[in-house]
């Protein structure tokens, strides 16, 4: 190892001195600022062998080496970038494996053994355990990069995918270990934190359901969207940072779905958490979306909530129920049309739960098949809230759900009062175009497959909002599924993040994160639960 990593110096060296010299490091130690300082020494004994001087330098204790005697010695680079060098010319795999392993190791040993040394000096216990484990952190993620970069470099097929399982596992620890020295970071940096009650037990609405203007706000009444967004005002819990350009990169979507463009930033998935974990108290702190996972939430509802059960349970019940001619379901406030012309994309009607199942049937026999071609003719979205006057049966699940735990999510996040549910039954392929709510949202899936795709409200300039007071405020007037780049270029800079959502999961989408949101199966069952 020693010769080939020092290959510049030793192409140079002939006869009886080189040998010696390359016999000498070859039994130099391994590791080290003693195994570096070795080195030198022959070098230069070597040197002046050639020069003859004399084979003893002068003692030194610290400090670079002495000048070079040669032009070829004084452009000779360190062994570490001899070893990256001959890491990007060497043809054998076994030897560019080893030495991407060895020229890692090196370079990460430094400052991650000066976080542990800081974290055992330190004399308070929490600054001690926040770089405990920010080394931690640190050396996982090198672990993974390194396995990665190994994982490309074997032609192997077994030991390639082994490499890259465990890089993904590490990856995982990386981003729990992140999240732990987050929420320690914020933890000091907070001065204070607003005293904000638990919400109310849960019950279902009256039959007028709460507006979501309309629903009381218990933090201070000062503070403007930006503030509550960033997480500035006064007397907020320091919110961790973490950072989202780390997230993995999703994989290509269902033929029929919204993808990216070629040219547009990549999509990244959005992280699955346990709740209660460290990376998703982390997660939910930061206002960044988290898959919750085992949470339990809508487990009374989950898989059970058919669309033959809601059909019986809701009965003659009048639902609202939205039509479309196209795959996207675009809502619209005709109060802001202010008299002025407007023609919705979608028309709203009001029918039982009975009638919408008919049209769902009708509309299901109509697309049998494979079911990979968005089909023509008109959808319907049933989005209704849940409201007294359900069968007993849905409301003992209603009641059911975990409130204790979203109870205790919301106050320590500092949430308001759950303002309203949301229950949402629609056909395969339909669409909610990209918006935002100023709401905190746990979304949860209950029967089928969903699709979240998410955009961080400081991808705002890109998405195009239509005008404040238009009937479609908050929603962007880019068609995802066709974007006109002459009319909206700013579109494929911004950055997606999604996910697809399986029965039981629980989607924490932050207020003001846009979200475009598909069915991938047909009724696709989902409940919303917003927060003030």
Known sequence: YDVLALKSDAAGETGEEGARESEGERSVERDGAEREEEVRTARQRGRERE???????????????????????MASPPPLEQMKQLLQSSELDDLRIFLAWRINTLERNADVAELDRLSQLAEVEEVGRMLAAEAKAVKLARDATELKALSELTSVPDIKDLLEKRAAELAAEVMEAKAAVALDRAAQASTSVVGVAPPKAATMASSKPVASSSAPCTGPSTVSPTQVLRGRAHGAPQQPELDTTQWAEAPPPPHGFWRPEPSAVASR?????????????????????????GSGLADSATRKWTFD????????????VFRSDTRSFRYWDSAKAYGEPFEPDTCRLQMT?????????????KRDGDGSEVADGPRYYLQTGLVEGVGEAMVHDFRSFKWGWMHSETARCGWGELSSNLLLVGERFNSTPAHYDEQQNFFAQLVGQKRVVLFSPDDFGCLYPFPVHHPNDRQTMVDLYAPDSFKFPRFSQARPFETTLEPGDVLYIPQYWWHHVENLSHGCVSLNFWFK
């Open 51 to 73: 020069a003859g001087q004399s084979a003893t330098p002068e003692p030194r204790l610290c400090g670079p080496s002495p000048p070079p005697t040669s032009s070829r010695a």
């Open 269 to 293: 998935l959005v992280p699955r958490a346990a709740a209660g974990s460290t990376l998703a108290r982390a997660l939910v702190a930061a206002r960044l979306p988290v898959v919750l996972t």
């Open 309 to 320: 059960y809601l059909e019986a349970q809701l009965g003659e019940l009048p639902c609202t």
């Open 353 to 365: 739960a009975r009638e919408f199942a008919e049209l769902m049937r009708a509309s299901a026999s």
